[in-house]
């Protein structure tokens, strides 16, 4: 995948998170991800479980993404 798709694959994800679409928001995920949280130590294992983890919590999140960047994942420094 290049910077151009994944920037759309994560386009869609923020975007399907603020109209509170849990299915569309975790279609990025593969079924077998593993998501930490350092703050907590928590880790999470598998999409079904990350959803279902974010689907319970009571707060609606919103955020301004500000800037990217990304080395060694992505192919390229910054998007």
Avoid: C
Avoid at 36 to 51: A, K, M, V
Avoid at 56 to 61: D, E, N, T, Y
């Amino acid at each position: 995948m290049g910077d151009q798709e994944t920037r759309a694959a994560l386009d869609r994800h923020w975007a399907a998170s603020a109209a509170g679409d849990q299915d569309a928001e975790h279609e990025i995920y593969h079924d077998d991800v593993i998501t930490d949280y350092p703050q907590s130590g928590e880790r999470i294992h598998g999409r079904r479980n990350l959803q279902a983890l974010r689907s319970s919590h009571p707060a609606k999140l919103t955020f301004t993404i500000r800037r990217i960047s990304a080395v060694g994942i992505f192919g390229s420094p910054n998007m």
